[in-house]
């Protein structure tokens, strides 16, 4: 079935960087914009980033700008998420979603990953 | 950026019982509306889209309405398994912004 699968979360130090992966299945994923969202432990849930399915547009809200960077490879259908410069406040589950296709002016969240779990902590 | 608020933030029902969540947006966003269902420890699930539209999948007791600002999401007859937070999201433009959810428990 179509899928997305996260990888790359831990604990790290506020500061430091790390990656996050998240591997597409069973769908072309070179025809669908692909977002993050994150969740704090308890909290609700926070927009982080979105690419456009050819990577032609980026976008972050102000929480995350200059800090994060969404990119992915098409190639080998998978998703990133560069995460520099990381507060205790970025603490979350961090999710992988699927966007809109190509073909659509709609964007929801359709397909979720299981999500990875990062820890800023010293 | 676009503000999103929910009412409730907590309501307990009966299994059977109709169930009514709002959401509001700070500004019009047309129907450009999502609702999500997301139960402990588990990935949100996407209910509804374009305010009105059921996703593949989701049983028919689960309807939405609304455009402009005010959204509503109905659960016309709540079952055991519709215990959950649910959220509402604007995709009408960045950054795209979520409600801070309802939580529906049994009473």
């Known amino acids: 079935q179509v899928q997305l699968v996260e990888s790359g979360g831990g604990v790290v130090q506020p500061g430091r960087s790390l990656r996050l992966s998240c591997a597409a299945s069973?769908?072309?994923?070179?025809?669908?914009?692909m977002h993050w969202v994150r969740q704090a432990p308890g909290k609700g849930l926070e927009w982080v980033a979105i690419i456009s399915y050819d990577r032609s547009n980026e976008y972050y809200p102000d929480s995350v700008k200059g800090r994060f960077t969404i990119s992915r490879d098409n190639s080998r259908n998978t998703l990133y998420l560069q995460m520099n410069s990381l507060r205790a406040e970025d603490t979350a589950v961090y999710y992988c979603a699927r966007g809109g296709s190509r073909y659509s002016s709609r964007d929801a969240f359709d397909i979720w990953g299981q999500g990875t779990m990062v820890t800023v902590s010293s | 950026d676009i503000q999103m608020t929910q009412s409730p933030s907590s309501l307990s029902a009966s299994v059977g019982d109709r169930v009514t969540i709002t959401c509001r947006a700070s500004q019009s966003i047309s129907d450009y509306l999502n609702w999500y269902q997301q139960k402990p420890g588990k990935a949100p699930k996407l209910l509804i889209y374009a305010a009105s539209s059921l996703q593949s999948g989701v049983p028919s007791r689960f309807s939405g309405s609304g455009s402009g600002t005010d959204f509503t999401l109905t659960i016309s007859s709540l079952q055991p398994e519709d215990f959950a937070t649910y959220y509402c999201?604007?995709?009408?433009?960045?950054?795209?912004?979520f409600g801070p959810g309802t939580k529906v428990d049994i009473k």
């Open positions: 069973r769908f072309t994923f070179s025809s669908y914009a």
């Open positions: 999201q604007q995709s009408y433009s960045t950054p795209f912004t």
